[in-house]
């Protein structure tokens, strides 16, 4: 079957702090790996994505490599900001056009 | 403006008591898809339509219908809804399902309570 598991929070780190969230996952075939961000009280937004085994997805200073040999994704960013603070979600999407969850890790910035 | 819509925001209801709630998107989606958010579950696939009168089950349908007539609207459909599915729907759509265009975008959410 498919299915995402990522790191339970919740996550507190200080301003500047190295963040590392934890996502691996279970698919047959070749997914697609995603990172969401959700802030509260709004829906998700793609963070960034990678299509296939190597690709690496950034954006907004937040990195991701696809390890197929480790069926991870997991979340970096080197420098974290109080805007940062939200939850994410990593996903996949099957080679049927299903989208897979995980249960979402919630992030708490301080100055 | 590009945007996913959906209506209600808020609803509440009582068990057995029929209701729709709507989504449209202006982009010119082909896919479309509902979700349920639930504490410690994240958010589950309902059904999924990638394109006009051509819907899929996702990972929880049972409970809700859909349909996809326009291209545009996605309509999610509780013919007799029950208090487990209380929760918070999202309704999103992408170009494609998958591929380099395959960003999703979502609608603001319907908290939904069914008493």
């Known amino acids: 079957g498919n299915s995402v598991t990522q790191m339970e929070g919740p996550v507190t780190l200080s301003e500047e702090a190295f963040l590392t969230i934890n996502c691996t996952y279970t698919?047959?075939?070749?997914?697609?790996l995603f990172w969401y961000v959700q802030y509260p009280g709004e829906g998700l937004q793609l963070l960034l994505k990678?299509?296939?085994?190597?690709d690496k997805g950034s954006n907004k200073g937040f990195e991701a490599t696809y390890r197929k040999e480790t069926t991870s994704f997991h979340l970096e960013k080197g420098s974290v900001q109080v805007s940062d603070s939200a939850v994410y979600f990593c996903?996949?999407?099957?080679?049927?056009?299903?989208?897979?969850f995980g249960t979402g890790t919630s992030l708490t910035v301080i100055p | 403006e590009a945007q996913v819509t959906q209506n209600p925001r808020y609803l509440i209801t009582v068990t057995g008591k029929k209701l729709t709630v709507t989504c449209s998107q202006n982009m010119n989606h082909e896919y479309m898809s509902w979700y349920r958010q639930d504490p410690g579950l994240g958010l589950r696939q309902i059904y999924y339509?990638?394109?006009?009168?051509?819907?899929d089950k996702g990972d929880v349908p049972e409970g809700y219908k859909v349909s996809r007539k326009e291209k545009r609207n996605f309509p999610l459909i509780l013919e007799s809804p029950s208090p487990n599915q209380t929760s918070l729907y999202f309704c999103?759509?992408?170009?494609?399902?998958?591929?380099?265009?395959?960003?999703?975008?979502f609608g603001p959410g319907t908290r939904l309570t069914v008493l």
């Open positions: 698919a047959t075939g070749y997914p697609s």
């Open positions: 996903a996949l999407l099957n080679t049927g056009n299903q989208f897979y």
């Open positions: 990678a299509t296939k085994a190597d």
């Open positions: 999103a759509s992408s170009l494609r399902a998958g591929g380099v265009a395959d960003t999703q975008y």
């Open positions: 339509s990638m394109n006009v009168e051509v819907t």
